[in-house]
């Protein structure tokens, strides 16, 4: 596609509930990324996928969260239990990986925990 | 720990002036990017620096590096209502390309 597209845009989910979120990226690009942004602040980086591997996945909070790439395109994160806490805007980016080049974001998920 | 810190977080300026964002970082990094996103959207690539010394230019704003400084400005030159928005700065962590984001500076740019 033209640009890295996520879907749903908004989610309104309960606590205690499982939610997954998708990011299809830019065709080509070997690199994707996830970031958490809340209110006011800079996006915070949860993990970064090379091909199908996680290269990288230090900013996944706790054991409930996790993210796939099972065939080094689409990626999801799935969020387990969710608690208010996760409410904020999940961005995915994606790179062709190599350096220097820089990463091209998605429009967001709103995830909003109630 | 890298840590990524910009200012102001905050700027009011009036059309037609010249101001400066800061951003400066803990760590060696040679890669540096700038975001703009305005509310409710996506983050938008302005520039990448790749190197010390690098300098870009797009309209209105000019970005450069100083790696040794640990500094990276981004100089806005008579603002204009249409680049109020937030802006953040992020830096390449070498060893696996992830970014750490500064924190944002919030731009309004009035008449």
């Known amino acids: 596609g033209a640009g890295v597209s996520q879907t749903p845009s908004n989610k309104v989910t309960e606590k205690g509930k499982y939610v997954e979120l998708r990011c299809d990226p830019i065709?080509?690009?070997?690199?994707l990324y996830w970031y958490r942004q809340s209110l006011g602040q800079g996006p915070e980086f949860l993990i970064y996928?090379?091909?199908?591997?996680?290269?990288?996945d230090s900013g996944l909070p706790n054991d409930r969260f996790f993210a796939v790439r099972p065939e080094g395109s689409v990626s999801t994160l799935k969020i387990q239990r969710t608690e208010r806490g996760d409410s904020a805007v999940y961005l995915c980016?994606?790179?062709?990986?190599?350096?220097?080049?820089?990463?091209?974001f998605g429009q967001g998920t709103r995830l909003t925990v109630v | 720990e890298l840590k990524v810190e910009q200012n102001p977080l905050f700027l009011s300026m009036q059309e037609g002036k010249n101001y400066t964002i800061y951003c400066n970082y803990s760590?060696?990094?040679?890669?540096l990017y700038w975001y703009r996103q305005d509310p409710g959207k996506s983050l938008e690539s302005l520039f990448v620096?790749?190197?010390?010394?690098a300098v870009k230019q797009e309209g209105r704003l000019m970005a450069s590096l100083d790696t040794k400084a640990r500094l990276s400005t981004l100089h806005i030159t008579a603002a204009v209502h249409d680049l109020s928005a937030t802006y953040f700065c992020?830096?390449?962590?070498?060893?696996?390309?992830?970014?750490?984001f500064g924190t944002g500076t919030r731009l309004q740019v009035f008449p």
């Open positions: 065709s080509g690009h070997t690199a």
């Open positions: 996928f090379q091909g199908t591997g996680a290269a990288d």
């Open positions: 620096l790749l190197s010390n010394g």
């Open positions: 992020a830096v390449d962590m070498v060893v696996t390309d992830k970014l750490i």
């Open positions: 980016a994606s790179s062709s990986g190599q350096v220097g080049t820089e990463a091209f």
């Open positions: 760590t060696t990094s040679d890669r």
